[in-house]
């Protein structure tokens, strides 16, 4: 079993940086990748970024060149570092992980706010 517990969402005006992380514990050898997802009201989950034991990222297109995502492996803790946010990053963002076996752990999520 892996837990994921995130922290660091908020309100933020649009422009602006917030830093949202996401602890790791339990199995977390078994971790492959993790990443972050978010979900707008009314909308689908959809992926934002991922980041690979090996260091390997991935990101949607929406988020390219503004968002960050980077791991601390002596702390087990992953970053999602937030840059010029507008209104449209308004979301729940989850925390995932992925295991060797293809088992998912998901977070308990972290409300962002852009206000305009």
């Known amino acids: 079993q892996v837990q994921l517990v995130e922290s660091g969402g908020g309100l933020v005006q649009a422009g602006g940086s917030l830093r949202l992380s996401c602890a790791a514990s339990g199995s977390i050898f078994s971790i492959a990748a993790m990443g972050w997802y978010r979900q707008a009201p009314g909308k689908q989950r959809e992926l934002v970024a991922t980041?690979?034991?090996?260091?390997?990222?991935n990101y949607a297109d929406s988020v390219k060149g503004r968002f960050t995502i980077s791991r601390d492996n002596a702390k087990n803790t992953v970053y999602l570092q937030m840059n010029s946010v507008s209104p449209e990053d308004t979301a729940v963002y989850y925390c995932?992980?992925?295991?060797?076996?293809?088992?998912?752990?998901w977070g308990q999520g972290a409300q962002v706010t852009v206000s305009s």
């Open positions: 980041i690979t034991n090996g260091g390997s990222t």
């Open positions: 995932n992980a992925d295991n060797f076996r293809g088992r998912n752990y």
